[in-house]
């Protein structure tokens, strides 16, 4: 049978089995090989935290309001960063072969039926670790946050966060010709981001805050700042770290309240300007000539031909039945992990 990965409760995740989905027309079966974690989107499922368990998305007026959670526990087939191969196809599809290695959007589950146009030119190139192809939806989240940045050759960007998707956006500014500065609590990471190509970094816990910090470092401030780290404190440093009329990308996903964001401050002297960068849609000034096809398409580009090199991010690739301790290590705040990788029973010896 089938197998997906389910949040049956608070801090309670396990593998489940499930039914075999029937090829539609259109569609491919699809084995999944590797399946990479969101660490911040997933923790808010495992804790408990997410908006979707506790209030209703009203999708017609885009408010969160009161009444019975827009879903609830048990949660299945969560995840978003899937590899697998394609194992039967549709009698209608052409465009997607069998034996192709593919990655997509099908969660943390054994095998999907999806249609054929959602992982079309999306095949891993023989010559690259298929595990690499994981890493499509952390890297368009980074890229649309250095996007909505408006991140330009000579300038100083500040990134606050440096877990997989700040390590990505920092890598990312780097080649698009920024001088990164990067903001973390972890040494093992900031000198990762070191590596990545920032050319300062900057302790988050240092006295005085990081964006005193980094007004120093770049002679007046960051011209703008990409913070995903996902907390109100990082982003007040961030308002704090850019010159007047700076621009602060929002990038994190952010939980409860902001006791540590004040407004009255410099956000409000510095005129500094703050857009939140969401993955479900590209910066508005963008919107005619990108898409999430496009991001994921630039992103994987320069993973496959080394210029990123998200090998360097993949801290753990365990089997799938040892999800409850990953998620637990995550939960616990563990420093060792950066990208943890579910392997499926499918995959194939690394290096195939």
């Known amino acids: 049978m089938p197998h997906v990965v389910q949040f049956s409760g608070v801090r309670e995740v396990e593998l489940v089995e499930t039914e ?5 027309a259109g569609g491919v079966r699809i084995a999944t ?5 969101s660490a911040g989107t997933e923790l808010t499922a495992y804790r408990g935290t997410n908006p979707y368990l506790t209030s209703t998305w ?12 827009t879903f609830a526990y ?11 191969e394609v194992v039967e196809v549709a009698d209608d599809v052409t465009d997607v072969r069998i034996g192709d290695v593919v990655h997509g959007i099908w969660g943390h589950r ?46 100083q960007v500040a990134v606050f966060g440096q877990g997989v998707i700040g390590l990505l956006a920092t890598r990312l500014a780097t080649l698009s010709g920024a001088r990164v500065t990067a903001v973390d609590t972890l040494a093992v990471r900031l000198a ?16 005085g805050g990081a964006g005193e910090r980094i007004r120093e470092l770049t002679g007046g401030g960051a011209d703008s700042a990409i913070e995903l780290s996902g907390t109100d404190r990082a982003l007040h440093e961030a308002i704090r770290s850019v010159v007047p009329e700076g621009l602060v990308a929002a990038s994190g996903f952010y939980q409860g309240g902001a006791a540590h964001l004040r407004l009255g401050e410099e956000f409000h002297h510095n005129r500094v300007r ?17 898409n999430q096809a496009r991001l994921v398409r630039t992103v994987m580009d320069r993973v496959f031909d080394g210029s990123i090199d998200a090998a360097a991010l993949l801290s753990d690739v365990v089997p799938v039945s040892e999800v409850a301790g990953v998620f637990a290590r995550l939960d616990e705040g563990d420093p060792n992990i950066l990208q943890a990788v579910l392997r499926f029973d499918a995959a194939p010896e690394r290096g195939r």
């Not at 009203?58 to 959670?69: Q, T």
């Not at 079309?120 to 690499?132: K, Q, S, W």
């Not at 000034?285 to 990108?290: E, P, S």
């Open 20 to 24: 075999t989905q029937p090829l539609t």
């Open 33 to 37: 090989w590797y399946s990479g974690i």
């Open 58 to 69: 009203d999708v017609d007026r885009r408010l969160f309001v009161p009444g019975e959670p």
């Open 74 to 84: 048990p949660v299945a087939g969560w995840g978003y960063s899937e590899v697998g």
């Open 110 to 155: 054994s095998e999907a039926v999806v249609p054929a146009a959602q992982v079309a030119g999306r095949v891993v190139p023989d010559a690259v670790d298929p595990v690499l192809g994981t890493f499509a939806r952390v890297g368009a989240i980074a890229l649309n946050g250095v996007l909505a940045a408006d991140v330009r050759l000579g300038e």
């Open 192 to 207: 990762m981001a070191e590596a990545f190509g920032a050319v300062h970094t900057v302790d988050a816990l240092r006295p």
């Open 274 to 290: 703050i857009v939140a960068s969401q993955i479900s849609g590209v910066p508005v000034a963008l919107g005619g000539r990108w």
